[in-house]
């Protein structure tokens, strides 16, 4: 009589979340966050930037460009949720915007 957790009704869409574009999301995620965490670490350090700092970087670099390349593909499907495949765009855009200005800033 009183459902409040259980499903009731009608669903009247056929979209559903790509899983390439959540996959998407959660490499900008993960590249975002290591990005931060590189920063804030060499920030701890007086400025001093490790190899190890470089190297998350950089990695999360490659991790932007495979994300950016899995959101532009799911965001090309049919009767999708947009929301998750915009935001790994997003997300991955912003880590290769910053890294590539973290590594150029670095070399010059």
């Not at 009731?8 to 931060?36: H, Q, R």
């Not at 495979?66 to 929301?83: H, N, P, Q, V, Y």
Request: a positive charge.
């Amino acid at each position: 009589m009183f459902r409040i957790f259980s499903k009731e009704g009608y669903i009247f869409t056929d979209k559903k979340n790509p899983k390439w574009g959540i996959m998407s999301s959660i490499l900008g995620l993960i590249a975002a966050s290591s990005v931060c965490l590189a920063v804030h670490l060499t920030y701890l350090n007086d400025g001093a930037a490790q190899m190890q700092h470089g190297a998350v970087v950089l990695l999360s670099m490659i991790y932007a460009a495979a994300g950016l390349a899995l959101g532009i593909r799911s965001l090309m499907e049919k009767d999708i949720f947009r929301i998750f495949p915009i935001l790994g765009i997003f997300l991955n855009v912003l880590t290769m915007v910053a890294s590539g200005l973290i590594l150029y800033l670095g070399v010059s």
